[in-house]
């Protein structure tokens, strides 16, 4: 079983629509989330960083950690053909032995249609 | 800032070869992190290396290693290519908390390795 669980989708959506974009992971030690945005052939983009439970938002873009349950979602308001691409989450436990480690989930290939 | 640069974007190998890929991090950033990217495995972690130092070190054989310059860039050289190497080679670097930053990472284009 993997640490990080991803659905790879695709997921298709109009423009428009509200997106949820989730991730599950097993392992508690994991306390800083992150959800990256990658184009083809590019590398990717850093959208989110969250380190508690809750949801932060930044702009289009909400975050929602929830530690007790080991699950994480990134909603995407009025999404826009722009935001075509894949999704990844990833989390990285704190300190000691895991540094620089980036555990990533799968990745969910997001298509938005005008 | 200038983001995160890697060099080169493209290359071709054969199998038996060895290639060593560069990367310059964000300035400021002493943190540098690896990861392999392959359509079936996804995003792998090969290694981080803060101040010279090698912290971490992911699932990989021997051939793949790394090195980090005192200012900060970073290289990673791959031994005797397989087939199974060809991939998109990610680094990304971070301020990391011992420097005062957090761990945010932040990634290069990548170099795309193929491996004929």
């Known amino acids: 079983q993997k640490e990080v669980e991803q659905d790879p989708g695709p997921l298709s959506v109009p423009e428009g629509a509200i997106v949820s974009l989730n991730c599950t992971y097993s392992?508690?030690?994991?306390?800083?989330f992150m959800w990256y945005r990658q184009y083809s052939r590019k590398g990717p983009e850093l959208l989110m960083y969250?380190?508690?439970?809750g949801n932060k938002e930044d702009g289009r873009f909400t975050a929602q950690v929830d530690k007790s349950s080991k699950y994480i979602s990134l909603f995407i308001r009025d999404s826009q053909p722009s935001d075509s691409a894949t999704y990844l989450c990833?989390?990285?436990?704190?300190?000691?032995?895991?540094?620089?480690?980036?555990?990533f989930g799968q990745g969910t290939i997001l298509t938005v249609h005008p | 800032k200038a983001g995160v640069t890697q060099t080169p974007r493209y290359l071709i190998k054969t199998r038996g070869q060895q290639v060593t890929l560069s990367c310059s991090p964000i300035?400021?950033?002493?943190?540098v992190s690896w990861y392999q990217q392959t359509p079936g495995q996804g995003l792998q972690f090969l290694f981080e290396?803060?101040?010279?130092?090698?912290?971490n070190k992911g699932n990989f054989p021997g051939r793949f290693s790394g090195r980090q310059f005192s200012n900060s860039r970073s290289e990673m050289n791959v031994s005797t290519l397989e087939l199974g190497d060809s991939a998109l080679y990610l680094c990304?670097?971070?301020?990391?908390?011992?420097?005062?930053?957090?761990?945010?990472?932040?990634f290069g284009p990548g170099t795309r390795l193929t491996v004929l």
């Open positions: 990304a670097s971070s301020p990391s908390f011992e420097a005062g930053g957090t761990d945010t990472q932040y």
């Open positions: 392992n508690s030690a994991f306390q800083y």
């Open positions: 969250t380190y508690s439970s």
């Open positions: 990833a989390m990285i436990m704190a300190g000691g032995t895991s540094y620089g480690k980036l555990t």
């Open positions: 300035s400021g950033h002493r943190s």
């Open positions: 290396y803060f101040s010279e130092t090698q912290r």
